[in-house]
């Protein structure tokens, strides 16, 4: 099993910058590339990041310039750092991780979500 704990949510104003946190644990050598999903109020989980191991990087079109995904791999950390915050960014923002295919266990694995609110 892997546990993901994401931790920096908060409230902040539109134009600011907050950095998020996942720390994952547990049978790591189970996954290799780690992201985040959010879920807006009244809407679905979407993609925002992903970063593999090798420290490659993937963005939804939404975030790509703003955000910043990044890996310490000796912290088993993967961060976000969000800059120029807006109100349409406000949602619950998960840790995901997909499990690798030699290992026996879900299909992937998921962080309990940390607020990020965006006031105007």
């Known amino acids: 099993q892997v546990q993901l704990v994401e931790s920096g949510g908060g409230l902040v104003q539109a134009g600011d910058s907050l950095t998020l946190s996942c720390a994952f644990s547990g049978d790591t050598i189970c996954i290799s590339t780690v992201g985040w999903y959010r879920q807006p109020p009244g809407k679905e989980r979407e993609f925002v990041a992903t970063?593999?191991?090798?420290?490659?990087?993937d963005y939804t079109e939404s975030v790509r310039g703003r955000f910043t995904v990044s890996r310490n791999n000796a912290k088993s950390t993967i961060y976000l750092q969000m800059n120029s915050l807006q109100p349409e960014d406000t949602a619950v923002y998960y840790c995901?991780?997909?499990?690798?295919?030699?290992?026996?266990?879900?299909?992937?694995?998921w962080g309990q979500g940390t607020q990020v609110t965006v006031s105007s």
């Open positions: 970063v593999t191991t090798g420290g490659r990087t």
């Open positions: 995901n991780a997909p499990r690798d295919s030699d290992c026996r266990g879900p299909d992937e694995y």
